[in-house]
């Protein structure tokens, strides 16, 4: 039995100013008793979804590890897509953890594994494995809301997270990445300023070579009439000189800084690949 809008309401009720932070998956908005608007179009869920569909991040993955999952859009998106796909969801709020249980529950999706907690991100050995791990909107966080016996500053805050880098690349091959500009997401702490967005990519690209990561791809926001789309730009060549040339020439990333809207909006994402895939354990069991 499919859920209805008062099963999500009660649950909605629950939880903190975030709870509108995600769309439901379209599986579910497509269905005439879930109409209203308040599970519709939040943080460009649908475009961010669609840029990873399109890109090549998802071929010959077979397991999926998705931290901060809030209510599960993305991860329950691909499941029910890819019924074949294993896929775990990491999330410290319980009350969304519960969503996205009872989502899979609904929709029979046995292919979702949802975990209630703090995702390891400096002990590389407790992590779960898995070829794919997608990272939307967290690492920011670092040492703000977690994490803070290791970072107390913005300038910290790149070594912390090279560090978490580096133990990302003892458990994934590939990665999804969206970063925001400003540490724990305060105006008051920018870790690079919002008008630079090329120079901001280019240090975070910067970063994740350290950390044994190469940037292959970046969804680049762009502005579409009255919407926003995510413009797939194809990074070309193994180095990062050429990685942040081309980063450099790409005049819809520089032209993200004029965006009208809050500073989400100009977040470009990053699909990165292991430079040493070998040291992956492949294919494992997230469920």
């Known amino acids: 039995m499919k859920m209805n809008e008062n099963d ?6 629950q939880i903190s100013k975030h709870c509108q932070y995600q769309a ?31 890109s090549n991040v998802l071929h010959d993955v077979k ?13 329950l998106s691909l499941a029910h897509e890819n019924r074949n796909v294993r896929i775990k969801t990491v999330e410290a709020e319980d009350t969304f953890c519960e969503i996205t249980r009872k989502i899979a529950a609904s929709y029979e999706l046995s292919n979702v594994h949802v975990e209630t907690g703090f995702f390891p991100f400096l002990s590389g050995a407790a992590q779960p494995a ?3 791990a997608i990272i939307f909107n967290v690492i920011h966080h670092g040492g703000y809301e977690y994490d803070q016996e ?27 990445m969206q970063i925001g500009y400003n540490w724990g997401g305060d105006r008051k702490h920018p870790l690079h300023a ?24 970046i969804g680049v926001p762009v502005k579409k009439a009255e919407s926003y789309d995510y413009l797939p730009v194809k990074i070309v060549g193994p180095t990062l000189e050429e990685a942040c040339e081309q980063m450099t020439n790409c005049e819809e ?17 990053f699909i990165l690949e292991n430079t040493k895939p070998s040291l992956v354990t492949l294919n494992v069991e997230c469920g």
Request: hydrophobic fraction near 40%; aromatic fraction near 14%.
């Open 130 to 132: 898995a070829d794919l």
């Open 8 to 13: 999500l309401n009660s649950l909605y009720a």
């Open 150 to 176: 290791m970072c107390n500053t913005t300038h910290d805050w790149f070594d912390y997270s090279q560090n978490v880098m580096e133990g990302l690349a003892q458990n994934y091959n590939k990665l999804v």
């Open 194 to 217: 919002t008008s630079d967005p090329v120079g901001y990519s280019i240090e975070l690209a910067t970063m994740f070579d350290a950390a044994g990561w190469r940037v292959v791809e």
């Open 63 to 75: 397991s999926i590890v998705e931290v901060g999952a809030n209510i599960g859009f993305f991860a």
């Open 253 to 269: 990333l520089g032209a993200c800084s004029d965006f009208d809207l809050s500073e989400f909006f100009q977040r470009p994402i």
């Open 24 to 54: 439901l998956p379209s599986f579910m908005r497509d269905k005439a008793d879930l109409e209203s608007e308040r599970y519709k179009h939040f943080k460009l869920c649908d475009e961010r979804l669609e840029f990873v569909r399109k």
